[in-house]
T-cell receptor, first 111, second 112 residues
Framework: EDQVTQSPEALRLQEGESSSLNCSYT??????LFWYRQDPGKGPEFLFT???AGEEKEKERLKATLTKKESFLHITAPKPEDSATYLC????????????FGTGTRLKVLA | EPEVTQTPSHQVTQMGQEVILRCVPI?????FYWYRQILGQKVEFLVS????????KSEIFDDQFSVERPDGSNFTLKIRSTKLEDSAMYFC??????????FGSGTRLTVV
């Protein structure tokens, strides 16, 4: 069964304290891995798409990387406005184009 | 920047009533989706829609649910005979291709 697991469930950082969020996945074949940011009461906001192992994408303080079993979202020198839930989702080659989501990591950055 | 618009933002309904959740996808998008998120749980796939028909649906999407694109721009999710466990955030999403799509802000459905 295709599955996505994110860790940690919650993370508190001081402003400027860099860290990484993990997304481990088990799929029959990976079509794509997606990172989204979700603010309370809002819909997921697209951040990155990764398609193959070794691929990296960057946007401001965020950098996403992909291996054959997991993806990391690195946050460099975070600011309080980076506080949100970060969601990882995969599209598997076995199905159509639905996303399989993880439970997310709730990030809180303290000033 | 183009966005997916969902209405209403919050809907309260009596158990057993029918509700229609509405979505206006981004205008040149071809692929449409509904997802839901029960409070504190994962975002779950409900249904995908392409070329005016359902392309995939989950086990959750039973006869109680239906989707329509009534006028070529709106995309609706109808839930018949709502149950307490249907209370959730419902997200519409659309994409120009199958890879990576844009989500709306959601409709919070509360069944009482």
């Amino acid at each position: 069964e295709d599955q996505v697991t994110q860790s940690p469930e919650a993370l508190r950082l001081q402003e400027g304290e860099s860290s990484s969020l993990n997304c481990s996945y088990t799929v029959s074949g990976l079509r794509g891995l997606f990172w989204y940011r979700q603010d309370p009461g809002k819909g997921p906001e697209f951040l990155f798409t990764l398609y193959s192992a070794g691929e990296e994408k960057e946007k401001e303080r965020l950098k996403a990387t992909l291996t054959k079993k997991e993806s990391f979202l690195h946050i460099t020198a975070p600011k309080p406005e980076d506080s949100a839930t970060y969601l990882c989702a995969v599209q598997a080659t076995s199905g159509t184009y639905k996303y399989i989501f993880g439970t997310g990591t709730r990030l809180k950055v303290l000033a | 920047e183009p966005e997916v618009t969902q209405t209403p933002s919050h809907q309260v309904t009596q158990m057993g009533q029918e509700v229609i959740l509405r979505c206006v996808p981004i205008s040149n998008h071809l692929y449409f989706y509904w997802y839901r998120q029960i409070l504190g749980q994962k975002v779950e796939f409900l249904v995908s829609f392409y070329n005016n028909e359902i392309s995939e649906k989950s086990e959750i999407f039973d006869d109680q649910f239906s989707v329509e694109r009534p006028d070529g721009s709106n995309f609706t999710l109808k839930i018949r005979s709502t149950k307490l466990e249907d209370s959730a955030m419902y997200f519409c999403a659309s994409g120009f291709s199958e890879y990576g799509y844009t989500f709306g802000s959601g409709t919070r459905l509360t069944v009482v």
